[in-house]
């Protein structure tokens, strides 16, 4: 049973750039939830997709998007890089259940470390 | 506003038992989280409480009391290998968004 995996593992760019981060879900899921984990703190909630929409978004600027394939697969764009934007990009993958869109239990890959120079 | 509190670190010894503790304030609950996080590493699943009551899985086990807006994690017969990064989580109303806490680092001393 493959878990969720991202790409790549780790990125260095410069202020300015554009980077596009990449995740695929554990199998069975299908939901995707971005999160970026600074040194030292717990991971701040990006965004999550279900059914290649976005459902919900954090406190993050427009300068993040991402996308949802048809697969569940899903991509992190992060554009005009700011020093700031350096930590680990984590992704985890759910299961919508059944019932009022309640969300199981998050598994988290093992992230993108970018590095912003 | 949305809160997560927690200690930012606890030392035990192997063998012994600690409790982390979480509080938060949230708009909405779906339910809380806590997550085990080794340095370098992706956190890792370690408990789901939605209803009050307490959860025991092994030598973990995590508590929640939904009117006091409070939860704790008890490790026991602790071992080295249980040196990481606690984190509590919180699920938002229709489980679209959750908020972690910044994370307690245990440490584990011989």
């Known amino acids: 049973d493959a878990g969720v995996t991202q790409s790549p593992t780790h990125l260095i760019k410069t202020r300015g750039q554009q980077v596009t981060l990449r995740c695929s879900p554990k199998s069975g899921h299908d939901t995707v939830s971005w999160y970026q984990q600074a040194l030292g703190q717990g991971p701040q909630f990006i965004f999550q997709y279900y059914e290649e929409e976005e459902r919900q978004r954090g406190n993050f600027p427009d300068r993040f998007s991402g996308h949802q394939f048809p697969n569940y697969s899903s991509e992190l764009n992060v554009n005009a890089l700011l020093l700031g934007d350096s930590a680990l990009y984590l992704c985890?993958?759910?299961?919508?259940?059944?019932?009022?869109?309640?969300?199981?239990?998050?598994?988290f890959g093992p992230g993108t470390r970018l590095t912003v120079l | 506003g949305q809160n997560i509190d927690q200690p930012t670190e606890m030392t035990a010894t192997e063998g012994a038992i600690v409790q982390i503790n979480c509080t938060y304030q949230t708009s909405g609950f779906n339910g809380l989280f806590w997550y085990q996080q080794h340095a370098g590493e992706a956190p890792t699943f370690l408990s789901y409480n939605v209803l009050d009551g307490l959860e025991e899985k092994g030598r973990f086990s995590s508590f929640l009391s939904r009117s006091k807006g409070y939860s704790y994690l008890l490790l026991k017969e602790l071992q080295m290998k249980d040196s990481a990064s606690y984190l509590c989580?919180?699920?938002?109303?229709?489980?679209?968004?959750?908020?972690f806490g910044a994370g307690t680092r245990l440490f584990v001393k011989a």
């Open positions: 985890a993958s759910s299961l919508v259940g059944t019932s009022g869109g309640f969300t199981d239990t998050q598994y």
């Open positions: 989580a919180v699920s938002n109303t229709g489980g679209f968004k959750t908020i």
